[in-house]
């Protein structure tokens, strides 16, 4: 049996998040996108606010041929164009001396042996246990490839050993279906333990996306409310205002089912439609929102033809500018069928949710960024003031926004003054950056931080991955079936395909307007 | 009349003097008519957390506060009751202003507005300062009482117990403290004793979270496997005016790792010796007053055995948000790590929202009693 850690009784009062043991960082692709614009500069961000541990290292790895020095400039470049502060000259000397970098290929085992030896060294000069992080910001193609490797080269400890820790940080997507997700879990399984692997989906660190939890839990007025004897419809919105931009090549793949459908908002799904977890344990938590995927009913066949729409933006305007169609996006093909626009009508047969519909949206060079859940409350009987069927009350709403401005807001009737009963809808409105007024760490920040903690609760797991992937591949392999050639257009800025429209007017119901 | 510019994006309406009788209808009226106010067309939005209610027992310490205030609504908004009460003057005097902090939030789209009241009273007059804020406070809002005074809480005599009663939690700050040893021992015996579920909050100790955080990594027993059962010594420096904040660091040491005060040479002057007694043996704890230099907490040397030789590892401001750790005896190097700076109007922003019960600083501040009782002896 594996040695209980030694308590430290000097960590009690303080937060276990912000008490990471030393460790070091070592990014897979550390010369690319994702470690300039985000992993470098939440890892600077946290030293600013000294919540790293006080012996940490960052080591970069990839193809790219950079050194220690130029590892640094590429970092404190990203930092200054994409953190949300500005180099600190005072701590940058500080900062910049625990960057290092090392070339080599993902494919070559000497590479990975002087990895190894490159981490010894460095952490016996700063004081670190052999503690290790491996974040694979890499196309999951390769996944397999590098954690063999790791455990070739001797990298990888046992989960439940004495000595240091290993812990593996995958991005989404896991996979591209429900038998590629398999794939991936598979091979991460054969080398490391569930409880090493932590699969980030950004989402999921943002603040609001973690309030959901506790506006649920944390007040008494919600929860008796939140089942299908009170509840109408559920509407979960993401809509993003760019185009595919330089991401083609990944998009054309992808398309926004899998792109944003099969993690994030079938997370924010879980979050909003979960059972209270008896306990905040991560996978007590885990183990709720899966309860919610495993609840979905599948659509396949005739169902996803009646309760899917998808679509494509054409040209058309943002924000007062022209700006091409999909098809004529710089990487796309001219007969692409990827899709930019997805909206679903789905149910969870439990006995919360019963015949409750949720509907979910999402798609690019929709009017706005904008995502929210929006529980949308049943009519009061038609009575005493709802006798007027022309004149229907307008039903009480309560929307949480996650961004652009993350916050909630109720809607509901009030009499106008005055002699006469007129009765008009109000929002009352919560907006986080109003009343809080200070800026939110970056997701990956709080992420990062996690990881190093050992915190897996906000992190999917095996399970609840394949769970996702095996509802989403029975639309997949619907729309395949279906051998369509052409999709539905929306014109670029505006919210909506006709098609889902009839969607949920067909259930006497219309979208948000954002 | 235009708002006085503090920064980009806060501003400040001017006092406006009026009948303590008739404050709340003159807030009201701020809020009824924002562009007179404000002189721009930005949608106007009064926020409000908490009651804040501010003591002062001088003009000069609320004149601080009036600087700080706007980077606490703009964190935490508030409505504040700003107190200046000089109780040792001779004519009864009262005084009431209403004024408001607006900042702009979100690209300029929003007006942001604080309400803020200030009460000067002297004399036999200060003693109407609780019924004025029994009155403005907001219903249904926590309220917090910051006692921005020199002077600990329990000193402050009845109008301190009144305007305690009232609130949720209540903030002070032991650095500056003149007398150390009085104020601790009042202060603690008054927290022991308090039995209401009230929160009090000490801002010295809040400043102490970056150590505590540093040295409980540093000395993490997977880190340094042993430290902390063999601790041998701790020598911590602090600039004048900072014995207490020292006591509350050598307190948390002393509460989490079971050490109890064993006397010792404990004569008052810049340099002071504890004897303590842990689960493993005895160690020395002194406390060394610096001439000059923040009125803080500066550096924190622990010394701990290891195979039969001293281990020494150092924490100590080395500049300003910088914090420098080295060992002695031991190969690992030299290393300096960001501790943000800590303005006291961040600090008690940060307090403001902060409603739970801290149980560890309450087993802190009684080991910090102990050690002032024996200087008392």
Redesign the interface.
């Known amino acids: 049996m594996a040695e209980a ?10 937060l276990k998040t ?5 460790c070091s960082l070592v990014i897979f692709g550390g010369g690319g996108d994702l470690a300039r614009r985000k992993l470098v500069p939440a890892v600077y961000n946290l ?9 940490f290292a960052v080591m970069g790895f990839a193809r790219n041929d950079l050194k220690d020095e130029s590892f640094r400039a590429f970092g404190r470049e990203g930092i200054q164009k994409f953190s949300r502060r500005p180099i ?1 000259e ?2 940058w000397p ?2 910049e001396r625990s960057l290092f970098y090392l070339s080599g290929s993902f494919d070559d085992p000497s590479a990975y042996a002087t990895l190894r030896g490159r981490l010894e060294e460095i952490e016996a ?3 670190i ?1 052999g503690n290790r992080l491996f974040y694979l910001s890499i196309p999951p193609s390769l996944i397999a490839l590098c954690v063999e490797q790791l455990k070739a080269a001797g990298l990888v400890m046992p989960a439940d050993g004495p000595g240091p820790f290993t812990r593996i940080i995958v991005e989404k997507p896991v996979g591209r279906d429900l038998e590629s997700a398999r794939k991936v879990n598979e091979s991460l399984s054969g080398v490391f333990d569930e409880q090493q692997i932590f699969r980030i989906d950004h989402y999921l660190g943002k603040e609001t996306v973690q309030n959901i939890l506790v506006m649920r839990f944390a007040n008494s007025i919600f929860e008796p409310l939140w089942n299908q004897k009170y509840i109408d419809h559920v509407q979960i919105t993401v809509s993003e205002e760019e185009g595919v931009g330089t991401r083609a090549g990944y998009y054309e793949e992808a398309g926004a089912l899998r792109d944003m459908v099969q993690n994030h908002i079938l997370q924010v799904l879980c979050l909003t439609a979960m059972e209270p977890p008896w306990s905040l344990d991560a996978d007590v938590v885990r183990d709720a929102k899966l309860e919610v995927l495993r609840c979905l009913r599948p659509l396949t066949g005739k169902d996803v033809e009646a309760h899917v729409v998808r679509a494509q933006y054409a040209a058309g305007f943002h924000r007062g500018v022209e700006v091409p169609g999909y098809r004529r996006e710089e990487g796309v093909k001219s007969d692409s069928i990827t899709e930019t626009y997805v909206a679903i009508k789905l149910f969870l047969d439990n006995w919360r949710w019963a015949g409750v519909p949720f509907y979910l949206r999402t798609a690019k060079r929709m009017p706005k960024r904008a995502s929210e859940i929006a529980v949308q409350f049943k009519d009061v009987p038609q009575i005493l003031f709802n006798t007027d069927p022309d004149a229907a009350l307008e039903a009480s709403v309560l929307a949480l926004r996650l961004q652009p ?1 993350e916050g909630l807001s109720l809607r509901f009737s009030t009499k106008l003054p005055g002699p006469k009963v007129r009765i008009y809808p109000v929002k009352m409105d919560f ?1 986080y ?6 800026a939110s760490p970056e997701a990956y920040e709080r992420l990062l931080l996690d990881v190093m903690a050992g915190d897996a609760t906000l992190f999917m797991r095996r399970d609840a991955v394949e769970a996702s992937w095996a509802w989403v591949t029975n639309i997949l392999e619907a729309w395949q079936q279906s051998g369509t050639r052409w999709l539905p257009e929306y014109p670029a800025g505006t919210w909506s395909p006709l098609e889902a429209e009839k969607l949920i007017q067909a259930d006497n119901r219309k979208w948000r307007t954002l | 009349m235009s708002p006085e510019a503090l920064s980009p994006r806060i501003a400040t309406y001017p006092p406006k003097p009026v009948d303590v009788a008739a404050i709340e209808q003159e807030l009201t009226l701020l809020w009824r008519h924002p562009r007179v106010v404000t002189g721009t067309k930005e949608p106007l ?1 009064r ?1 409000c ?1 908490s009651n804040l209610v501010v003591f002062c027992s001088a003009r000069d310490q609320a004149n601080v506060v009036m600087g700080e205030i706007p980077s606490i609504v ?4 508030s409505r504040v009751l700003l107190l200046v009460g000089d109780a040792n003057s001779q004519t009864p005097l009262v005084e009431a202003y209403v004024s408001a902090h607006y ?1 702009l ?2 690209e300029g789209e ?1 007006q ?1 507005y604080s309400e803020h009241v200030t009460i000067n009273a002297s004399g036999r007059a200060t003693r109407l300062l609780p019924s004025a804020v029994r009155s403005l406070l907001i219903g249904d809002l926590p309220t917090a009482l910051w006692w921005a005074t020199p002077q600990a809480p329990p000193l402050g005599g009845e109008l301190f117990q009144e305007l305690r009663a009232m609130a949720d939690q209540v903030i002070y700050d032991s650095l500056g403290w003149p007398d150390a040893v009085r104020s601790v021992v009042s202060t603690a015996n008054w927290v022991m004793g308090e039995r209401s579920g009230q929160v009090v909050a000490d801002l010295a100790w809040r400043r102490l ?2 150590w ?12 340094i ?1 042993g430290a ?1 059962e063999s601790v041998s010594e701790v020598v911590v420096e602090h600039g004048p005016h900072a014995l207490a904040q020292a006591w509350l660091l050598i307190g948390w ?1 002393a509460c ?2 079971g050490w109890r005060p064993a006397g010792g040479k404990v004569a008052p002057g810049v340099e002071v010796t504890w004897g303590f007694q842990s689960p493993h043996g005895p160690l020395h704890v002194t406390i060394r007053r610096l001439s000059e230099g923040e009125p803080e907490v500066r550096s924190t040397s622990i010394t701990w055995n290891t195979g039969g030789r001293p281990v020494t590892i150092r924490f100590a401001v080395i ?5 420098g ?1 080295t060992t002695e005896g031991s190969p ?2 030299h ?6 700076e800590q303005p006291r109007a961040s600090l008690v922003a940060r307090q403001l929202p902060d409603l739970g019960r ?3 600083f309450r087993d802190t501040l009684e080991v910090a009693r102990t050690m002032a009782e024996a200087l008392l002896r």
């Open positions: 850690p030694q308590q430290n009784p000097l960590t009690v009062g303080l912000l008490l990471p043991q030393p030293a600013l606010d000294g919540v790293l541990p006080a012996n600190d005072a701590h500080d900062f000069a700063i004081g246990p401005e907006r950056g109003t009343t809080f007024g200070e | 939005t926020v957390m703009v964190q935490h908004p900042h939030f979100g929003q942001i979270k970056p505590r955080r540093l040295i409980g990594q540093s000395l993490d027993p997977a880190v496997p902390l040491l989490r790792l500049g300003p948000g910088r914090l750790v690992a190097p290393r300096v790590l960001a501790a943000p801290d149980t560890l």
